[in-house]
């Protein structure tokens, strides 16, 4: 199955197909187009919790063709720092939403008490 094949979204639950479906405006996307999205982007859909993203990507890296890791040591230096840069803006903005959502938490814990 190469990226540009449809996602499975038929083997996705319920609640992810759902939100892959409304995401794409009904239409089932290719595989190449989920892995696009980032994690944080992700985290803004709704019914896209961390339990839902996890099953979401496992599906995305059961895909045996991965061309971005095929690819990998033939990336010049500059391209790699590139990728880097980005993973790490990525898992900044999900550490960030994390933490929002806990402090937010902790606050009506606070004000239920």
Do not use: Y
């Amino acid at each position: 199955m190469g990226l540009d094949d449809p996602f499975p979204i038929e083997k996705c639950s319920r609640r992810v197909r759902g939100a892959i479906l409304a995401e794409f405006q009904g239409r089932c996307p290719t595989i190449r187009e989920v892995a696009s999205i980032s994690d944080a982007q992700w985290l803004t859909v709704p019914n896209i919790g961390p339990t839902t993203l996890e099953e979401l990507r496992s599906m995305a890296q059961q895909i045996p063709s991965r061309e971005d890791d095929a690819a990998a040591p033939h990336m010049a230096d500059h391209e790699v720092l590139s990728r880097l840069n980005r993973l790490q803006r990525e898992l900044n903005l999900i550490v960030s939403e994390i933490r929002s959502r806990l402090s937010g938490a902790q606050k009506r814990r606070r004000m239920e008490e």
